[in-house]
């Protein structure tokens, strides 16, 4: 089950900086070493100083994207794996303004690799609704937009990875859906090998023979840190089993 495309989809830039850009600025070889002296037990990602005010190509949507995903914070529906909170930062890359009632969402594959929808795929059979790990919110005034669900799992040929959509002027439906709306960013969320090394052990995730691809050798990750989509991770507790915190803040045209 690999992305059909790493091709990205289109010429349209985002501004992609880190949550904790401020702090960031010369702090390149402080962040590096403090992720390099991350302990496997507690592993925490110190923000990239690459992460202020730098553009970036958007990234492949891959062949996994349903329509009509829910409105709703907490996207889990009730799969197992340890807690993930996402607190993702919308805003104007001209102004660096927040952005307010932009839809914030994301989908991606369970602790065995499978997608909600295409379940099989990675070869586990499991109960398949459609709608688990698939989801989004709005922004408020402030460009927030916050989602729970769980830490990913991966499947053969790609690394750890959360897709992402944002789209403005969007409708929301009776059913909990939404509708219409402009596009704005198709891209990807990556995660620090140095966490997904010490969630990898645990279960669930440990249950999925797979082969798992890094992040260095993944096809569409290029390298670039925060500029590229990944996030900041900071321990929700003492040991991986209590979670992680994942920060990014997202720019993009509004005008696209």
Known sequence: MTDSSHAPIGRRRVLIAGSAAAAAVGLGTAAATATGRAEAGNPRVAPAAAAVCTLTKELTEGPYYLQHALVRSDVSEGKPGIPLQLTLTVVDN????PLNKAL????????????????GNNGHQEPDNGKFLRGGVLTGADGVAKLTGIYPGWYRGRCIHIHLKVHTDV???????????????????FFS?????????????????????????????DGGGASSGLLTLTALGSSPSAGYQGTLTVGVDPDA
């Not at 001209?94 to 303004?97: G, I, Q």
């Not at 914030?104 to 379940?119: K, N, P, Q, R, T």
């Not at 052990?201 to 260095?216: C, H, I, Q």
């Open 171 to 189: 409708t929301l439906t009776s059913d909990g859906s939404f509708t219409g709306g402009n596009e704005l960013h198709t891209g990807q969320l």
């Open 104 to 119: 914030v969402e994301i989908w991606y594959c369970d602790a065995l690799g499978e997608y909600s929808g295409f379940v």
């Open 94 to 97: 001209a102004s660096c303004a």
């Open 193 to 221: 090998e140095t966490v997904t090394q010490a969630v990898a052990k645990l279960s669930p995730y440990s249950t999925n023979t797979v082969p798992r691809t890094t992040l260095d050798a993944d096809g569409i990750y």
